[in-house]
């Protein structure tokens, strides 16, 4: 299969990752951006060519299924991934470099380098194929390796029709990089029992744990009046903001929190001395702490407010849900995945994400969705990369896995 598989595995990439398809977590259309359209229309063209009935709907969701071959009783799997690439660094990566690693750094251009003392996990992919940028866009990888590994196990399946397997429905989603990608997707018409999304990290990487997580919007009104007469009057809702902020755990930020460890995070700050607005992000997979990481917030408020009068409101709202209590009671979900990992070579890493996936809101809408590893590394930025050998390995157990589910 390998063989099979690797060149148009790879040409796929490549055509992917230069559309850019950046999401906009500003806009209230959906999808958030228009450009991420023309690789909606693309994958539903070429789902179509391979031999699929596929569907775009006017939101930017693709749906598509493979018909099952055998008269077997077998629960209808689901694959998902997302086409939207994160808005922290431009998309469209028009000029990839591959490097066949050997060790030391990753030159992308003159100003910027992969540094193995920086990122060490590059000693573990001596003897890769790496495919990186050339340091002005991301890469692309997350999520649309993911895409490219799905479309390139269900055309292999079309060609094997030797491989008995039950209905296979495949759904690529828009916006998952600013959190609504399972916002609009029908759950019921997708039909799936059960499904995977293709969005984690590295090989062997599988996860059902996320992060609990709500948003903050912290809004500081002050009282703008001219420096030179402000004693006593001036209210600088910058420096409230900041009061705010130095109320909040410093241990508890991301750059200081790993494992199961939550965190608070200041996103985005936009001030003057009389309007100030912060947004935070607030994170934990243990729901009691998460709870009380939210009460923190609203006592820090509070007692701003009684301090200054009633010049803080505070928008809290709850994103997504530890999938774990949706996941786990369904063993034979994990157990597909593990087993066919391991027929094929790969050694489970079984992981809580420090993030989430659309898996996470699909599963609390009746859909049991885990995370399993597209091969990628070092997600939205330049250093982004991803090896060609793992890329292969990723779509081999799509196949391995929806074979499985029909013995």
């Given amino acids: 299969m390998v063989f099979e598989i690797m060149e148009k595995l790879i040409e796929r990439f490549l055509e992917y990752i230069a559309i850019d398809t950046m999401s906009d977590p ?6 958030s951006s228009s450009i991420q359209l023309p690789l909606a229309k693309k994958l539903k063209e070429e789902l179509e060519e391979i031999g699929l009935k596929a569907t775009l709907d006017d939101k930017g969701y693709v749906y598509a299924t493979l018909e099952a071959n055998t008269d077997k009783k077998v629960p209808v ?13 431009t998309g469209g990566c028009k000029n990839p470099k591959f490097t066949e690693y050997k060790g030391g750094d990753i030159k992308l251009n003159e100003q910027y ?3 193995e003392a920086e990122f060490p996990i590059l000693k573990k992919l001596v003897g890769k194929t790496i495919i990186t940028t050339d340091g002005t866009t991301l890469l692309g990888a997350d999520d649309k390796a993911g895409v490219a590994e799905i479309m390139n196990a269900l055309e292999y399946l079309v060609k094997h029709p030797e491989i008995k397997h039950g209905k296979v429905v495949v759904g690529f989603t828009p916006d998952e990089e600013i959190g609504r990608g399972a916002d609009h997707f029908d759950v019921k018409g997708f039909g799936a029992d ?18 609990n997580a709500a948003s903050a919007v912290i809004k500081v009104q002050g009282k703008s009046v001219h420096p030179g007469s402000g004693k006593d009057v001036m209210i600088n809702s910058i420096y409230i903001a900041m009061e705010l902020e130095q109320m909040l755990p410093k241990a508890q930020r991301p750059e200081h929190t790993q494992d199961y460890e939550g965190f608070f995070m200041a996103n985005e700050i936009n001030g ?6 912060v947004e935070y992000l607030i994170r934990d997979h243990d729901k009691v702490k998460f709870e009380e990481k939210k009460a923190l917030m609203r006592s820090a408020v509070e007692y701003i407010n009684k301090k200054y009068g009633n010049v803080v409101t505070l928008e809290l709202n709850d994103s997504y849900y530890n999938m774990k209590e ?4 369904h063993k034979e979900i994990i157990d597909l995945a593990v087993k066919s990992m391991e027929n094929i070579g790969i050694t489970p890493l079984v992981r809580a994400i420090r993030g989430g996936t659309d898996g996470c809101q699909l599963s609390y809408k009746g859909l049991p969705c885990p995370n399993i590893f597209a091969g990628g590394y070092n997600f939205h930025g330049r250093f982004e990369m991803i090896p060609v050998e793992d890329m292969i390995k990723a779509s081999e157990l799509i196949v391995e896995m929806v074979k499985n589910a029909a013995l």
């Fill in 26 to 31: 500003k806009s209230d259309t959906v999808p």
């Fill in 77 to 89: 799997i689901g694959f998902i991934a997302h086409i939207d690439t994160s808005p922290a660094l």
């Fill in 113 to 115: 380098s992969i540094n």
């Fill in 194 to 211: 059960f499904a995977y999304t293709m969005d984690g990290g590295e090989i062997g990487e599988f996860q059902y744990e996320n992060f």
């Fill in 272 to 277: 003057t001395i009389d309007y100030t607005t």
């Fill in 326 to 329: 949706i996941v786990e009671p």
